[in-house]
């Protein structure tokens, strides 16, 4: 690290001497780019190899809650909806999604499929999933926290319900019933899978 940081530091005042990098300022000589480019060069790393793409499968790894309210009914409604989510068969190795780089996305549940489309924005943030017409689940923009092996996806507690249900074909089961009943108990929940390579 101490080798990169000093690689840096000549590169940037051998730019500040030179009569190109006199009308450049110090925000766009330290960009990410800039700085991305010097240490690939002057090292021979590949740094965007780790870069966090969505394409891949993304297995199902554990759920989300998000509440507009105080910590400790959120623990209490995370350990509801983890509970809930697992009784409808939502687990670990029978539940991923799979992205691709045509954008088509495949959510698949035990040997069931649903497809659809997807376009994330550019700063990795949204996803907006569209599902083929005959699901009847229409579009879903979905909140993305996206890393290199971790992918989680916070949908509006309804949207993903519905595709829970339709999935698991559980849509009027007791635990579906119930998952229901606790989102409807707290007002803006929203429901996330933690996902991972």
Do not use: H
């Not at 780790?50 to 910590?71: C, H, M, P, R, Y």
């Not at 939502?90 to 698949?108: H, R």
Request: charged share 25%; proline share 1%.
């Amino acid at each position: 690290m101490k080798k990169i940081f000093t690689i840096l530091l000549t590169a940037g005042a051998a730019c500040l001497i030179s009569e190109t990098a006199s009308a450049q300022s110090l925000k766009d000589l330290f960009s990410k780019d800039n700085i991305k480019d010097v240490v690939e060069n002057v090292t021979g790393l590949d740094l965007s190899k780790d870069e966090a793409v969505i394409t891949g499968t993304w297995q199902f790894s554990g759920t989300a809650v998000e509440l507009e309210s105080k910590d400790i009914l959120k623990k209490a409604a995370a350990k509801l909806a983890d509970e809930t989510i697992a009784r409808i068969g939502i687990t670990p190795g029978l539940f991923a999604f799979t992205f691709n780089e045509d954008k088509s996305f495949i959510v698949g549940f035990k040997k069931k499929e649903i497809k659809g489309t997807y376009t994330l924005s550019d700063d990795k943030k949204k996803l907006t999933l569209t599902f083929g017409r005959f699901t009847k689940l229409g579009t879903m923009e979905v909140i993305t926290d996206l890393g290199s092996k971790e992918l989680d996806l916070m949908f509006k507690a309804d949207n993903l319900l519905e595709l829970l249900g339709k999935i698991t074909s559980e849509g009027n089961s007791d635990s579906m019933k119930a998952l229901s009943t606790l989102v409807g108990a707290y007002e803006g929940i929203n429901l996330g899978l933690e996902l991972s390579k």
